[in-house]
């Protein structure tokens, strides 16, 4: 099995809050190490003014990983949608979230560019268990719609995979091909409970998911944020070690499946994920200093466990 890292454009580029341009970042990522690039489809659009989006990512055989949301907007007034498609919120019906996803999945179809799998927000942790499970499967069949397109749901905090509880309640309802692109940061978060100390319940409820996740968002949380501080320091070696286990599990898992690839993005974030400067409002840390040491550290974390793997 081999590992696949993408570049997160959150926070990094000046169109997303960053002081980057397309330009100084794509070129470089094949060098770095990285198959691509994962954004929001409006955050694409926006990049793509005059076509340099699309251009570059051409030029640099660049892959692209859509993020996609059935609901908005997020906080701080900001929304995931295109002007004129169709929009959703928490308070919608399931076909409302559907379709509003189903409107970014055909634009990131508009693009061109060479996509592996979309990443979805689907949902809202205020549905009923019956409403997501219905919305679930409006989505899927709305990616099915769209070329085929594989979709991997976030299990981010907010939206109907976001809490840990609740997704193993729906996954014996949900189909086998459903799969999930794992946070587990959020669900320690939103749990509330500590990736340091070892937690049967909560182990036992990601070795339940392992088998349906394809794509990890390589963040480290712990019990009160679904990012800590700096992952590069000793005081978050623990949970940084905890993380790596589940990582490990759930390659072992995608192993067991058959899977031939496995992906990941680091997804450190800018404030207010980072913490920042109360005068200034700047990050107090490098995010992307940060993300790309998560892209070594995964790695080499992956290397040694498919070296383990090659001695079995």
Same mark, same amino acid.
């Given at each position: 099995m081999r590992i696949c890292a993408f570049k997160s454009l959150w926070g990094l580029v000046s169109a997303d809050g960053g002081t980057r341009s397309l330009a100084q970042v794509l070129p470089a990522l094949r060098e770095q190490g990285y198959r691509g690039v994962e954004c929001s489809v409006k955050l694409a659009a926006v990049l793509d003014i005059n076509g340099e989006f699309r251009q570059l990512m051409r030029e640099h055989s660049l892959q692209w990983v859509p993020?996609?949301?059935?609901?908005?907007?997020?906080w701080r007034g900001w929304s995931p949608f295109l002007p004129g498609m169709p929009t959703a919120t928490h308070c919608n019906s399931p076909s409302s979230h559907a379709a509003a996803l189903a409107g970014q999945l055909e634009s990131a179809q508009r693009f061109g560019?060479?996509?592996?799998?979309?990443?979805a927000h689907t949902g809202h942790d205020s549905m009923s268990d019956g409403a997501a499970l219905e919305t679930f499967g409006l989505v899927?069949?709305?990616?099915?719609?769209? /070329?085929?397109?594989?979709?991997?749901?976030?299990?981010?905090?907010?939206?109907? $995979?976001? %809490?840990? *509880?609740?997704?193993?309640?729906l996954l014996p309802s949900l189909p086998p091909s459903l799969h999930l692109a794992g946070d587990y940061s959020h669900f320690t978060a939103a749990c509330e409970v500590a990736a340091s100390e070892r937690d049967g319940t909560l182990e036992a409820a990601l070795g339940v998911l392992a088998p349906r996740v394809?794509?990890?968002?390589a963040r480290v949380g712990n019990e009160c944020s679904p990012q800590v501080h700096d992952p590069r320091g000793a005081h978050a070696a623990r949970e940084v070690s905890a993380f790596d286990a589940w990582?490990?599990?759930?390659?072992?898992?995608?192993?067991?499946a058959?899977?031939?690839?496995?992906?990941?993005?680091?997804?450190?974030?800018?404030?207010?994920?980072? /913490?920042?400067h109360q005068e200034t409002g700047r990050?107090?840390?490098?995010?992307? $200093?940060? %993300?790309? *040491?998560?892209?070594?550290h995964v790695r080499r974390t992956f290397d040694a466990w498919s070296r383990s793997k090659t001695k079995d």
């Open positions: 993020v996609v949301f059935s609901s908005g907007p997020l560019l060479q996509v592996p799998f979309v990443t899927e069949q709305a990616a099915e719609c769209s /070329a085929g397109v594989p979709l991997v749901h976030e299990t981010h905090r907010g939206r109907a $995979a976001g %809490n840990l *509880w609740q997704l193993c309640r394809r794509h990890l968002h990582w490990r599990a759930t390659w072992d898992a995608q192993r067991a058959g899977c031939t690839e496995t992906f990941f993005t680091p997804e450190y974030g800018p404030p207010p994920y980072a /913490a920042a990050a107090l840390v490098d995010v992307h $200093a940060i %993300n790309d *040491w998560t892209a070594e």
